[in-house]
């Protein structure tokens, strides 16, 4: 794995707006799509294959409002709310599963949110049950189950119970562990509250434990975030976030809780990601990509060398080219030639369930041209290489003379040193793993044919 350079000149350069590429075509893209658009495509995939299926459910119930959070959620402490969204969640799991084969392996399961611990053990343990009666949810060890915890949500003996139910993945929520800042985005949370968390799910048997960082929160300063780093390094969890906080007050109303004021300088949120990165590094941790470290010995760390990680909307992960079948409110799924997502109110999401409906609501059917770039773009952000001689074989084509035009505007970032082109690969260089985002958006399509670009975060 090749290391990281940090080199401020170009992330400046290179450092705009762009897509996260979570998948393509984005869901900027996705448009108006019906139920049974989505029934057809789950057909053309058990007729492709019997290969195995991953699963996505979104719980979107959280107890308080975190300021900068621009998720798909509901603040409640109505917990009939949630009981009355399982039971719907629980008919579209029926409705999904007569779907697809009997015979195809649930191989990865990702809970998120909202928090999915807003729910109880015994909620939970019958999602779980719910799945295993209709899914052949594999169980011998190898397969990736996953939740995300909110540690405030944690009752005692909770994550020994989630690793009973088949969870052997966890992901928390932190962000930041100073006081100062957790008071300016309402998400009070100390570390006695929340490394102790790490221990328990080793002892449960828990494979994997994530911690989530966000810079550029208000009140964030280097001495400051660097003591959060000292206090997550201190507890070793074996994979890393730290995602770029992106302040889109007209888009999250949430945000407008935040002062513009309080923000960190675009300089000083430089500096914090390098600093960030220069820690990590020198306590082992591997660069993933994006926003993603991982210990050596971590199987993420292990699919990125092996060439098995894919990034979809839960960000990277290690099994490549498996379907995601969507459950729950706003959540999005690809099956065969489509990418849907459902509809994103859980009042909407209720009533289409009800009414004996899926609630896919919009999406799209990928053409030949979307599949070609798509694998382009996943193999720059999972590889950081690309061999002409794969795409070639596998889209029957001639990959410079196919995109001779993307090849030439990427001459800038070459002669940068962002990339290395030669006759048969694009490789992408200790300098350019930071900016994959802007190397994949030389072959975005989309971005190329606007007029006038979409509203996307910051790549930096």
Known sequence: MQPIKFDEALIRRYGGRGPRYTSYPTAVQFHEFDEAQYKRQCVLSNERNDGPLSLYLHIPYCHTLCYYCGCNKVVTRNRDRASEYLGHLFREVELQSALFDDNRVVEQLHLGGGTPTYLSEEQLS???????????????????????????????????????????????????????????????????????????????????????????????????FDRTLDTVLEARPDRISVYSYAHLPQMFRAQRLIRQ??????????????????????EGYEYIGMDHFARKDDELAIAREN????????????????????????????????????TRHDHDYGRRIEEGHLPVERGLIMS?????????????????RLIFSEIEERFDIDFRSRFADELADLAPLEEDGLVEVDDAS????????????????????????????QRYSKII
């Open 126 to 224: 019958s999602v779980m049950a719910k799945l295993g009666e209709h899914f052949r949810l594999r169980g011998d060890g190898r397969q990736e189950f996953s939740i995300e915890i909110d540690p405030r949500s944690i009752r005692p003996g909770m994550v020994a119970a989630l690793a009973g139910m088949g969870f052997n993945r966890l992901s928390m929520g932190v962000q930041d562990f100073d006081p100062e800042v957790q008071k300016a985005v309402n998400r009070i949370q100390p570390p006695e509250e929340t490394l102790p968390l790490i221990q328990q799910a080793r002892d449960a048997g828990f494979r994997s434990v994530s911690i989530d960082l966000i810079y550029g929160l208000p009140m964030q300063t280097p001495e400051r």
């Open 261 to 282: 004021e309080d923000l960190p300088s675009d300089d000083v949120k430089l500096a914090l990601l390098g600093h960030t990165i220069q820690r990590l590094g020198g």
């Open 307 to 342: 060439g098995t990680m894919q990034r979809n909307f839960q960000g990277y992960s290690t099994h490549a080219d498996t379907e995601l079948i969507a459950l729950g409110a706003s959540s999005i799924g690809r099956i065969a030639d489509c990418y849907s997502q459902h």
């Open 368 to 384: 030949d041209d979307d599949k070609l770039r798509g694998k382009v773009i996943q193999s720059i952000m999972c590889r950081d």
């Open 426 to 453: 694009i490789r992408v260089t200790p300098t350019g793993r930071l900016l994959l985002r802007a190397i994949a958006m030389v072959f975005d399509g989309y971005l190329r044919a606007q007029a006038e670009p």
